[in-house]
């Protein structure tokens, strides 16, 4: 939930007007507005032990780095300070939802911490370009394609999304968080023994 709410809309300033309308912290309010309403639905429906995912650092992909300018920095830091203004208000939806909704167990799984290690640890060099030969109009990789012969060595299989070795490594820190602001309050390891 978001990161094409931002990639797709805010950030696209000539396709749709949601950045004339909303300044990046009246954007984050409003997302978190739906975002509360879709998990309220959820626990209405039965849900009772959710894991939410808060937002990567969007302004470090290949295909945001190739629209915008850096300014130096290794990132976007006007996309990733507006996704942090999203994060930032995940912490309290779950406090909120496990004090309030009874038998709730949610659990903020903190995806910019996870994302923030040094990848060469991991035999990942190529952080900034795409495995594929991605199109300029949707990021995604132009079809039949061969893609790069060392696919373990990027971070991102397209302009957007994470290689499978990325998403590895992701998944075996939500389940088994090896810092403690992987996730709050509790791992999904934890979330589901509870």
């Given at each position: 939930?978001?990161s ?31 975002y ?40 976007v ?31 903020l ?50 302009a957007f ?34």
């Amino acid at each position: 939930m978001g990161s094409n709410d931002y990639i797709n809309n805010y950030f696209m300033p000539k396709l749709y007007i949601t950045s004339r309308l909303f300044t990046p912290d009246q954007y984050a309010t409003t997302l978190i507005q739906q975002y509360t309403l879709q998990l309220h639905t959820l626990y209405n429906y039965g849900a009772q032990k959710v894991a939410i995912f808060g937002l990567g650092q969007i302004g470090c992909t290949p295909a945001e780095l190739g629209k915008y300018d850096t300014n130096g920095s290794a990132c976007v830091d006007t996309i990733n300070d507006a996704v942090r203004l999203f994060n930032n208000r995940l912490k309290p939806l779950v406090d909120d939802f496990n004090k309030n909704l009874p038998g709730a167990k949610f659990t903020l799984i903190n995806i910019t911490n996870i994302s923030g290690g040094d990848p060469s640890s991991a035999g990942i060099t190529v952080i900034n370009t795409p495995c594929c030969n991605a199109t300029k109009s949707s990021g995604l990789c132009y079809r039949n394609q061969a893609p790069c012969s060392n696919r373990s060595t990027y971070a991102f299989w397209d302009a957007f999304h994470p290689t499978e070795i990325i998403n590895v490594i992701t998944a075996g820190r939500v389940y088994n968080a090896s810092s403690p602001l992987d996730a709050y309050p509790v791992d999904i390891c934890t979330l589901a023994h509870l």
